[in-house]
C-alpha cells in the first residue's frame, strides 16, 4: 500500500515511512483544493516513501489534518530508532540513509602470526604416520600431554599383562604357598603385582622385593625386549617434548611489529615503511626481512589467481634486508618501478583490497634454533602521509629506547599522487630547468651589445682583407677581429716610413 502523489501542507520536508501494513488504520485522503507537491519519489519495492520539496503552506490547519500529523510524526520517529543504531563506527550509509554494514576484510595471516588457512578434504592422512615425531611436536599441549601420559601407561599395562600371562600359565599363581617351587618371578600374585613390575622393569627402579629368576628364559627374553623398548619409548617421548618446549614460536612473541604502516617521501622518493623491534635483551643472529603482496589477480589469458604473492623488495639488492636488530628499526620499501605500488595513489589506495605480509627470520642466540615472527598489514591500515615517531633517547652512557612511541605516527607534507606521476613531474621540472639555462646561456651569447660590436669588427677586417691581401684566422670572430687590429697597425707604420724616406 503506498499513498497518492498528494501532501499536506505542514509535513516535513523529508519523509521516510515505512508501509502500513494490514490492521491499521486507512489513511486520509488530503483534500482537493491541496497544493501538489514538487517533487515525490515513492519507492514500493523499498516499502517506504520519500516525499522532498513540499510547497509552503497556505491555507490554515484542521483538527483531522493535526490528528493525522501526529501520528506521521509518530512513525517517523519509530522508523528512524533502528537506524540511527546501525549507523556506527563500523557501519555506513547505504540507499535512502539505511545503514548498511561495513565488508570486513578478511585476513591470510593475523596480526599475530597465525596463518589463517585451514586444510581439508586430505584423504591420504596416512602421510602424517610417516613423519610421526613432527606430527607430535606439532599437537597442542593438550593433546601432547595425553599421548606422553598413554604411551607410558600402554606399555607398562602391556608388558604387565605379558608378565602375568606368564606366571599364570606356568602354574606360578597355584604355587604361591609352595616354598619348593621356584616362579618365573618372585612375589608375583596377581596382575596387579604383575603391572608393578613391568613399572619397575622400565622405569629400572628395582625395589628388589620382585625379582626374575634364572629358571624362566621366556622371562629373561621379555626382560631383555622391555628395556630395549622402554628405552626407545624414553628417548621418543623425553625428545618430543624437549623439542616442544624449545621450540622458539614464543620467542616470537617478543617481536614485534608496528600496528601500521605509513607512506611518505623518503629523500624525495615515496616509500613504504613499517616498524620492527626486539623486547628481549638477547640478540636475534643474522636478521632477514621479507615481504609479500597478497592480492588476487587475473592474468590476460583470463586466468583468476586468488591471492597471487608479489615480492616487495625491502633492500634485497643493496642488503639492506639483513638486520642488526638491537634497537628497533624503520623497514622501507622504495615505490619504484619495480614496485607494485608505482600506480597507486592515495586514492586508489582507499579502494584497493590487497594485504602485505611482512616475515623477520633469524636465529635465537640463547638457543641456536632459527626463529620467524609474522605480521600483516591491510589496506586500511596503511596512513598516506604520516612518519613514525622518533623513540631513541641520548641517556648518561647509554641509548634509552621509550617502547611507548613504538606505534606512535604524526602527519607530514606528503603528495597524493602516485609514484609513477611523481616521477614524471620530477622529470619535467629538471627538463625545464635544463632547457632554460642553455636558452639563457645562447641569448646571452647572441644577443646584446656583444653582438653589435662582434659585427662591426668583423667589417672592418673583411675591409682590410681587401686593401692587404688574404689573413688568416684561428678562433673565430675574436682572433679575427684582434688580426685585423694589428694589420691597421703595421698598415700605418709602413706608411710613416715611406714619408720620411721620400
Known sequence: MALDNTSFSSCPESLSLPVPEKGEEPVEEAPKDA?????????????????????????????????????????????????????????????????????????????NGRCNVQHGNMRKTYRYLTDIFTTLVDLNWRCSLLVFVMAYAVTWLFFGAIWYLIAYCRGDLDHLEDEAWTPCVNNVNGFISAFLFSIETETTIGYGHRVITDQCPVGTMLLLLQAILGSMVNAFMVGCMFVKISQPNKRAETLVFSRNAVISLRDDKLCLMFRVGDLRSSHIVGANMRAKLIKSKQTQEGEFIPLDQTDIS?????????????????????????????????????????????????????????????????????????????????????????????????????????????????????????????????????????????????????????????????????????????????????????????
Open 314 to 502: 625491502v633492500g634485497f639488492e643493496t642488503g639492506d634486508d639483513r638486520l642488526f636488530l638491537v634497537s628497533p628499526l624503520v623497514i622501507s620499501h622504495e615505490i619504484d618501478v619495480r614496485s607494485p605500488f608505482w600506480d597507486m595513489s592515495q586514492s586508489q589506495l582507499e579502494k584497493e583490497d590487497f594485504e602485505i605480509v611482512v616475515i623477520l627470520e633469524g636465529m635465537v642466540e640463547a638457543t641456536g634454533m632459527t626463529c620467524q615472527a609474522r605480521s600483516s598489514y591491510l589496506a586500511e591500515e596503511l596512513l598516506w602521509g604520516h612518519r613514525f615517531s622518533p623513540m631513541m633517547l641520548m641517556a648518561e652512557g647509554f641509548f634509552d629506547v621509550d617502547y611507548g612511541a613504538f606505534h606512535l605516527t604524526f602527519e607530514v607534507d606528503t603528495p597524493s599522487c602516485s609514484a609513477r606521476e611523481l616521477a614524471l613531474a620530477a622529470a619535467r621540472l629538471d627538463a625545464h630547468l635544463y632547457w632554460s639555462i642553455s636558452s639563457r646561456l645562447d641569448e646571452e651569447k647572441w644577443e646584446g651589445p656583444n653582438l653589435t660590436e662582434q659585427t662591426e669588427k668583423s667589417t672592418d677586417s673583411e675591409s682590410v682583407r681587401e686593401v692587404d691581401g688574404p689573413t688568416f684566422t684561428v678562433g673565430g670572430v675574436t682572433n679575427t677581429q684582434d688580426q685585423s687590429v694589428v694589420g691597421e697597425q703595421n698598415g700605418s707604420v709602413t706608411t710613416d716610413q715611406s714619408e720620411s724616406e721620400a
Open 35 to 111: 497544493p501538489p507537491t514538487d517533487v515525490q519519489n515513492t519507492s514500493e519495492e523499498l516499502g517506504h516513501v520519500v516525499t522532498t520539496e513540499m510547497a509552503p503552506p497556505t491555507q490554515p490547519q484542521t483538527n483531522n489534518n493535526m490528528s493525522f500529523q501526529a501520528k506521521m510524526a509518530a512513525r517517523e520517529a519509530q522508523a528512524n530508532q533502528p537506524r540511527k543504531k546501525l549507523q556506527g563506527a563500523g557501519q555506513e550509509r547505504g540507499r535512502f540513509g539505511w545503514g548498511r554494514n561495513k565488508r570486513k576484510r578478511q585476513r591470510y595471516v593475523e596480526k
